[in-house]
T-cell receptor
């Protein structure tokens, strides 16, 4: 029973274009969402997050959008750069238990020249 | 640099032979987590420690145990590894249980022969 779903295992985007990574969740108790980025042979690193009281959070080239009614969030990367090639994990947590983060299975993003 | 360190990076054990994975942190965080990640799947939380308080996830098999002798170190013990326990094991830390952002080590890849 996957509570956080990333339906695209992989995505290829041309350098300079927008990358859009999608994530769906099923548990309405989730109210905090995070994106992690993982390079090969390294652990995941925190990228950006959003609280359920917001519908958008921006940090430089990275923007996360949250659509609570659709239980959907997306990560936009503009413009995409070669260093953005990595696996991106979507994660969610209920406010009542910040330590209980549920991860998606990840999307491998490849930025081609 | 403050970090989360996992040793060894690769571990091979025999079916049924106990194995211990270790994690240390220089971040002085109160919470330490162990995740299991099987190929192309989401990292799955096994348990976490808040200081010396142990919190086991309901679906974590009894075969998995953990010890945290001090703030800096946490160990994952697999008492009788089965072939299904072959996976990447990720250690993470957070400042407090209320902290959403977690800091991950590079992981230990466990092979069971």
């Amino acid at each position: 029973d996957q509570q956080v779903k990333q339906n695209s295992p992989s995505l290829s985007v041309q350098e300079g274009r927008i990358s859009i990574l999608n994530c769906d969740y099923t548990n309405s108790m989730f109210d905090y969402f995070l994106w992690y980025k993982k390079y090969p042979a390294e652990g995941p690193t925190f990228l950006i997050s959003i609280s359920s009281i917001k519908d958008k959070n921006e940090d430089g080239r990275f923007t996360v959008f949250l659509n609570k009614s659709a239980k959907h969030l997306s990560l936009h990367i503009v413009p995409s750069q070669p260093g953005d090639s990595a696996v991106y994990f979507c994660a969610a947590s209920p406010y009542s238990s910040a330590s209980k983060i549920i991860f998606g299975s990840g999307t491998r993003l490849s930025i081609r020249p | 640099d403050a970090m989360v360190i996992q040793n060894p990076r690769y571990q091979v054990t025999q079916f049924g032979k106990p194995v211990t994975l270790s994690c240390s942190q220089t971040l002085n965080h109160n919470v330490m987590y162990w995740y299991q990640q099987k190929s192309s799947q989401a990292p799955k939380l096994l348990f976490h420690y808040y200081d010396k308080d142990f919190n086991n996830e309901a679906d974590t098999p009894d075969n998995f145990q953990s010890r945290r002798p001090n703030t800096s170190f946490c160990f994952l013990d697999i008492r009788s590894p089965g072939l299904g326990d072959a996976a990447m094991y990720l250690c993470a830390t957070s400042r407090e249980e209320s902290s959403y952002e977690q800091y991950f080590g590079p992981g230990t890849r466990l092979t069971v022969t």
